[in-house]
């Protein structure tokens, strides 16, 4: 493990990666089941490089476990990217999506409901307004909604209660409902800086290219084959985010996928219906994270990715000489039991920022604030936002 710093990401682009998916690092001895994790606590650790525009690579550590998985990320024709892995949104929307049906399955079977089919759907709007060239824009964020399919045999009413609990269980859910401020930090050329406006962490970290000094290998273990797969759009035109509007622009993020009775993995499959032009992708979970990454370790690898696009963005617009972007994020999640219910809780999430280059403490300083304002992952997980169960529908048979 010991070659030249280009090996550790593989920083070429997308299409010229010898691994543009998934593939796991650290082996971890466990039986695969449909169980989700008890109550508990566990942290994911991500790490991440632009390799070219808004193409980027990362790392997402289970911590208890030392699992790891490399994704990839990209943007598509709504922000001129070229549409080669799946948006940042889509991690993130994934691992919503498949947080929730995966609890909702461990708890119908739990209280002895018979699984037949599980479909779940959820959405969640999002709009930006205002000049991104002057620092002025802001994401907007609007309702989230499920909707929720059950076919299983059992009781109506114990069908919808599963459905409740399961959603209260969810720390990806729980970092929607519950408004945090992140924590962030910034390092310029190897050196702490000022930042303006947030929150600032109180840990450090280390810049990935200077801890990587060689290229990591997979382990070689059998992994789900398909773990990210492209699928058409939707149509042709769709709406583009301009870097300087004086109008609101807004779109959602709509995930759909069954629970497969036969893995126990979620197939989310995540797009933005008024982004047609643009590609959706298909992402596998697992919720023992064996054969595909955990949905809480896409939730917090697509909110990684997110931040990450939106300094792209900055650095693009301003033309400035800097080379690749760095992060290093942190995100903790727990299942408590709360009088007999268990509640899924999530803590702000820590991320540390590394530029390298030409660049001004003053432009460097304003930068952090300018990237949170605009992105949709952390501005859902920093406003109040409301939820609808708009419509679950339970078919039960004895």
Same mark, same amino acid.
Request: with cysteine; aromatic share 8%; charged share 20%.
């Given at each position: 493990?010991? #070659? ?5 990401? =593989? ?10 998916? =998934?593939?796991?690092?650290? =082996?971890?001895?466990?039986? +695969? ?27 997402? %550590? ?89 076919? =299983? /045999?059992?009781?109506?009413? /114990? ?39 947030? +929150? ?62 036969? #893995? ?8 933005? !219906? ?43 617009? %301003? ?31 820590? #991320? ?15 930068? !952090? ?7 949709? /992952?952390?501005? /859902? ?18």
């Amino acid at each position: 493990m010991t #070659t030249s710093i280009d090996n550790i990401f =593989a920083a070429v682009p997308l299409e010229n990666n010898p691994y543009p998916t =998934a593939f796991p690092f650290t =082996a971890r001895e466990a039986a +695969q089941s449909f169980a989700y994790p008890e109550p508990g606590d566990d942290t994911y650790r991500c790490e991440v490089i632009g390799i070219g525009h808004f193409q980027k690579e990362g790392l997402v %550590r289970e911590q208890s476990t030392g699992r790891t998985w490399r994704l990839t990320a990209d943007e598509g024709k709504y922000l001129r990217g070229t549409d080669m892995a799946p948006a940042p949104l889509m991690h993130w929307g994934a691992g919503l999506h498949a947080d929730a049906v995966l609890r909702i399955a461990a708890l119908a079977r739990e209280r002895g409901l018979e699984l037949r089919k599980l479909n779940v759907v959820v959405r969640q709007g999002f709009a930006s307004k205002g000049s991104f060239v002057k620092g002025e824009a802001v994401g907007l964020v609007f309702g989230l909604s499920w909707q929720v399919s059950i076919d =299983a /045999a059992g009781a109506l009413d /114990a069908a919808h209660q599963v459905v409740k609990d399961a959603l209260a269980a969810s720390p990806a859910v729980d970092a929607m409902l519950t408004p945090r401020e992140g924590l962030f930090a910034l390092y310029v050329n190897g050196a702490r800086s000022s930042i303006s406006g947030l +929150q600032e962490s109180t840990s450090t970290e280390r810049d990935p290219l200077t801890v990587y000094f060689g290229g990591l290998e997979p382990t070689g273990e059998g992994a789900w084959p398909t773990i990210l797969t492209r699928r058409p759009g939707t149509g042709s035109t769709g709406m583009v985010l301009e870097n300087d509007s004086t109008t609101s622009v807004g779109w959602h993020m709509h995930a759909e996928g069954e629970l497969d009775l036969a #893995t126990g993995l979620v197939h989310s499959t995540v797009g933005f !219906p008024e982004a047609a032009a643009s590609s959706r992708w298909t992402l596998v979970s697992d919720g023992q994270g064996l054969v595909a990454p955990t949905p809480l370790a896409y939730f917090s690898i697509g909110t990684a990715f997110c931040y990450h696009t939106q300094f792209c963005r900055y650095i693009d617009v %301003r033309r400035l000489a800097l080379g690749p972007t760095t992060l290093v994020q942190s995100s903790r999640f727990a299942l408590v039991d709360d009088s007999g219910r268990l509640a899924g809780q999530a803590a702000s999430f820590d #991320t540390h920022v590394f530029l390298n280059g030409e660049i001004d403490e003053e432009t460097a300083s304003a930068l !952090p604030l300018v990237a949170a304002n605009t992105c949709s /992952a952390h501005r /859902a997980m920093d406003t109040a936002i409301e939820m609808n169960v708009a419509e679950t529908v339970v078919h039960t048979a004895s």
